[in-house]
C-alpha cells in the first residue's frame, strides 16, 4: 500500500488506516485544545499506531530545567489514546502509569510512540515510549482505555466533539 499523507497536515503519515479515520484523528490537532496549548504534532498513524513529537517550552520545566513529569503523562496518555482511536472508537483513559528513566530539557524535541497491546471489546491496553532527541529512552508508559462511541468516519473532530472537542 503507498504511503498517504493528510491533506491538511502533509507531513503526518498514514501507516495503512483508512483514509477517513486517518483524517478524523488529524484533524484533532487543529481542534484539540490540549494539542494546541502543548504543542502536540502528530508524525504518523497506522492501525494500533500512533506518533507525536513536541518541543517543550520553559513554562514546563520545574527550578532544574528540566521538562516536568506531568507534561510527559499527558503526552503519553495523547501518543496512546491515539493509537486506541485507531481501531475505529474514541476512548476514555481508564488507568496510567508511567515510568521515568532520562530527563528531559525545554527546546529539545521530545517524541512518543503509542501502540495498541491488546484490544478488547470494552478494554484497550496500550502503552507508550518517549525518546529525547539523541534517541535515549526518557519514559515509558501503560494505559488501559475504554471504548465508547464509534467514530463518525468523514466528519472533522471540530464536528463531532461541539463544545467538548477531542
Given amino acids: 500500500m503507498a504511503k498517504k499523507h493528510s ?19 488529524v484533524s484533532i490537532q487543529d481542534n484539540s485544545p490540549i494539542f494546541q496549548t502543548l504543542g502536540f504534532k ?15 517550552a520553559r ?13 510527559l503523562a499527558a503526552l503519553a496518555d495523547n501518543v496512546m489514546g491515539m493509537a486506541c482511536i485507531t481501531l475505529g472508537n474514541n476512548v476514555r483513559t481508564v488507568d496510567l ?7 528531559v530539557f525545554e527546546d529539545i524535541l521530545l517524541t512518543a510512540q503509542g501502540n495498541v497491546i491488546n484490544a478488547g471489546n470494552r478494554l484497550i491496553v496500550a502503552e507508550a515510549r518517549m525518546f529525547n532527541s539523541e534517541g535515549k529512552l526518557a519514559a515509558k508508559s ?5 471504548r465508547t462511541d464509534k467514530i ?15
Avoid at 42 to 56: D, N
Fill in 142 to 146: 501503560t494505559g488501559t482505555y475504554y
Fill in 7 to 25: 491533506v491538511n497536515h502533509p507531513e503526518v503519515e498514514n501507516k495503512g488506516i483508512s483514509q477517513d479515520i486517518f483524517e478524523f484523528i
Fill in 97 to 103: 502509569a508511567v515510568h521515568y528513566f532520562a530527563p
Fill in 152 to 166: 463518525p468516519f468523514g466528519m472533522a473532530a471540530e464536528s463531532v466533539f461541539g463544545d467538548e472537542k477531542a
Fill in 59 to 71: 513554562d514546563y520545566t520545574s527550578y532544574a530545567g528540566r521538562v516536568n513529569g506531568g507534561l
Fill in 42 to 56: 502528530f508524525s504518523y498513524l497506522g492501525e494500533g499506531l500512533a506518533g507525536i513529537s513536541m518541543l517543550p
